[in-house]
């Protein structure tokens, strides 16, 4: 497979400073900007961020548009053009750019950290870099444990893994191949966090699960103990839900309150350097992203849809829903 050819200021950067990776599509791009917003907010350094696109999934609008974004935040940042490949599938809601961050980690031998799109950055968040220097040689990746040590993984049940692959801590050095054990891997729901669990587990630093906190863990927050890292796993996003509809969730603090502050501390950011207009624009290809699928792990994102479709008639609709919320999918909100 051809190599990513290295582009941009990045590839320059200095050995001292931070540097964050992430990998995405035009799906993505509104969560992107929020992200960046929320990581540039709450740092103690700058840090250089690298955005990765495989080939054709990331117009040049789209990239021009996160660039005045991340100029106006004042972050260095630079994007890197990947190679696709056959083995990169869509599995449900994830796409084929999950596997950027293989490319990506053999791209960039220096150390650094990945951070999934879908997430938010809160105070603390930068502390992973200590925790990545602080690796020992034998220590391949820092990583946030999932589940209870010594859980046995089920290839059935993707839950069952040791991590989830949406933050990851690279030290400096050589990485795992990753190629052949793909390509000798049966398909299996989740595919690259099963290969990054075969290839990693084993040989983890493991850090606090709030670099890494997934809100389908959490069902409301602890305002005296809050994550670094907020992690909005699987098929329904905040962004999916109207916005009129968010007061409910900040009403009672579930998990998303911490995204749509943040969203709401890029609107007005958005606003004051001349970029609001754009912005609305992929706020509202955002709400409309993704695909409906029938299964139960795509319940939540259908109630999102079928919220958006009722326009002034969701509020109430709520209200019905409410009485019976222990029948909603779990991590759908307002409604939990």
Request: aromatic fraction near 10%.
């Amino acid at each position: 497979m051809t190599q990513p050819e290295p582009k941009g200021s990045g590839w320059n950067v200095e050995p001292n400073v931070n540097r964050v990776v992430c990998a995405i599509d035009s799906n993505m791009v509104h969560a992107l900007a929020v992200l960046c917003c929320s990581l540039t907010h709450t740092a103690k350094k700058p840090f250089h961020l690298t955005v990765g696109f495989l080939e054709g999934t990331l117009t040049e609008n789209e990239r021009e548009y996160l660039g005045n974004v991340f100029s106006a935040l004042r972050v260095s940042a630079d994007f890197l053009n990947l190679a696709n490949d056959d083995r990169f599938i869509t599995q449900g809601h994830i796409s084929p750019t999950t596997f950027a961050k293989f490319l990506l980690s053999d791209a960039i031998p220096q150390q650094h950290v990945w951070i999934d799109a879908d997430t938010v950055a809160l105070d603390g968040w930068d502390g992973i870099f200590d925790e990545i220097r602080s690796a020992t040689k034998d220590q391949k990746l820092v990583v946030a444990r999932r589940g209870k040590p010594g859980n046995t993984p089920s290839k059935s049940d993707p839950f069952s893994l040791p991590f989830n692959a949406g933050v990851l801590g690279w030290p400096e050095g050589e990485r795992i191949d990753w190629q052949a054990p793909l390509a000798a891997m049966d398909v299996l729901e989740t595919q690259e966090q099963h290969l990054f669990n075969v290839l990693y587990a084993n040989d983890a630093k493991w850090v606090s699960e709030k670099f890494n906190t997934l809100t389908y863990r959490v069902d409301l927050l602890d305002r005296n103990n809050l994550p670094h890292i907020v992690h909005y796993a699987g098929a329904h996003k905040p962004w999916h839900l109207p916005r009129r509809l968010q007061e409910h969730c900040l009403t009672y603090d579930c998990p998303w309150a911490l995204w749509f502050q943040a969203e709401n501390d890029f609107m007005d950011f958005a606003r004051r350097n001349g970029l609001l207009a754009v912005t609305e624009q992929y706020q509202s290809l955002a709400m409309g992203s993704g695909r409906i699928r029938w299964g139960r792990d795509n319940s939540g994102y259908q109630l999102l849809r079928l919220l958006q479709a009722l326009g002034p008639l969701a509020q109430p609709f709520i209200r019905i829903l409410s009485i019976g919320r222990r029948w909603i999918p779990r991590g759908t909100h307002p409604v939990h």
